[in-house]
């Protein structure tokens, strides 16, 4: 088998010949000076020119190596990623065609139409904060399964009712009010609530399409009160993926098979209470 010689070892061995070379004419009676200095320098020359092509020859056989190399390992880790998968479950979501499917090695167990993120930007003016509606690309898993899931609205979405119906927004915190015809909105407890002149209390009764609204202003209630948490959004069944991502229900069905969210996943109903049943927590979930 033979040995490929590294381009340094290859030029010492060369400068070694050239050198040899010089010296062997020297001993023959030679002179190194006129004619035959210059066929000396032109040998020379002609040893430096070799040992630039045998560098850069080297260098592309390196890099056509490595790719080789790349490619095996790509296609192992590709052979080990389908062997690993031909023993368990896990969930591919498709986002192009907004379809999910539950899987067992090659086999569709289950398989359903989903809504996917819009990718819109969201901008606060005011605030300079921006948020990207995307839904998350790569390998997540199930964390946890939650039954009657609340949806805690962030703060895009009062800026986005803020924005539809021309409003302004205001930020109630606990400890402040402010001030309406009827009385103020405070924080009391774990409710924000109408705080009459007499001294009652009303908790504001919220949903999604049903926010506060006092004086032209979209009221963000505080984290932890009731009112910062809203019901039957999210469906009957959600999949936590982890960084407020999730599969979940929807009260917007004619949204399933488009991609209008926020980045999560919806899926009607009756389709995630199916999946819910059969999918544990701990399962891949591939998206791309």
């Not at 056989?61 to 062997?83: E, F, G």
Request: glycine share 10%.
């Amino acid at each position: 088998m033979s040995t490929e010689v590294p381009p340094s070892q290859r030029r010492t061995h060369l400068l070694r010949g050239a050198a040899l070379l010089v010296t062997a004419l020297a001993s023959a009676g030679v002179g190194v000076a006129g004619h035959d200095l210059t066929q000396a320098l032109r040998a020379r020359q002609a040893v430096r020119a070799q040992l630039v092509v045998d560098s850069t020859a080297w260098s592309a056989a390196r890099t056509r190596q490595q790719a080789v190399r790349d490619s095996i390992v790509a296609v192992v880790d590709a052979r080990r990623l389908r062997d690993s998968l031909a023993a368990r479950r896990y969930l591919v979501i498709a986002l192009a065609d907004n379809r999910i499917s539950f899987r067992e090695g090659d086999r569709v167990l289950f398989e359903s139409r989903v809504a996917s993120g819009s990718g819109r930007t969201l901008e606060q003016t005011s605030g300079g904060r921006r948020w990207k509606f995307e839904t998350p690309r790569g390998r997540l898993v199930v964390e946890r399964k939650d039954v009657d899931p609340l949806w805690v609205p962030p703060d895009w979405h009062y800026i986005e009712v803020a924005r539809q119906k021309r409003l302004k927004i205001a930020r109630l915190e606990r400890g402040m009010t402010i001030p309406t015809a009827n009385g103020v909105v405070a924080v009391s407890g774990n409710n924000v609530v109408l705080r009459t002149p007499q001294g009652r209390e009303i908790p504001y009764d919220v949903g999604d399409g049903r926010e506060i609204i006092v004086g032209g202003r979209v009221i963000i209630p505080p984290y932890g009160t009731n009112q910062r948490q809203y019901q039957g959004v999210l469906g009957n069944n959600r999949l936590y993926l982890g960084d407020g991502y999730g599969i979940h229900g929807t009260n917007n069905p004619r949204s399933i098979g488009t991609s209008v969210s926020h980045g999560c996943i919806r899926m009607r109903n009756e389709d995630i209470e199916t999946l819910f049943r059969i999918v544990d927590v701990g399962t891949p979930v591939y998206i791309y």
